[in-house]
């Protein structure tokens, strides 16, 4: 199953964008956002489960949402107040364990991401 991230762009610093997944047949399984920044190691920002418990690691926690709307197989990415270090490639996938602090691995296979730049 291909994962598509989408709407990644330009924004200022301190605004606003909204990621979007399109993730046909992962309804039934908690899924994450990634990104990659500069040239450190992809990591785990977010997690939903299936009852739509979430979690977040601290530096996106309050200005970062993961959500999901399993009727159109699709993950979003709220983010707000956007800060230089937010720059990078984003990526959804099913993260296993549902955790953004102890995954190791994904079910299946990284989409193509979308790019976020932070610049003034």
């Known amino acids: 199953v291909q994962l598509v991230e989408s709407a990644g762009g330009l924004v200022q610093p301190g605004g606003s964008l909204r990621l979007s997944c399109e993730a046909p047949g992962y309804g039934n399984h908690c899924m994450g956002w990634f990104r990659s920044v500069q040239e450190r190691e992809r990591e785990a920002i977010a997690t939903i ?24 197989n699709m993950v979003y990415l709220q983010m707000n107040d956007l800060k230089f270090e937010d720059s990078g490639l984003y990526y ?3 993260p296993v364990p549902c955790d953004p602090t102890t995954w190791y ?14 610049s003034s």
């Open 49 to 72: 489960d299936t009852t739509g418990s979430t979690t977040y690691v601290d530096s996106v926690k309050v200005r970062f949402t993961i959500s999901r709307d399993n009727a159109k």
């Open 92 to 94: 959804c996938a099913p």
């Open 105 to 118: 691995g994904i079910r299946g296979s990284w989409g193509q991401g979308t790019q976020v730049t932070v």
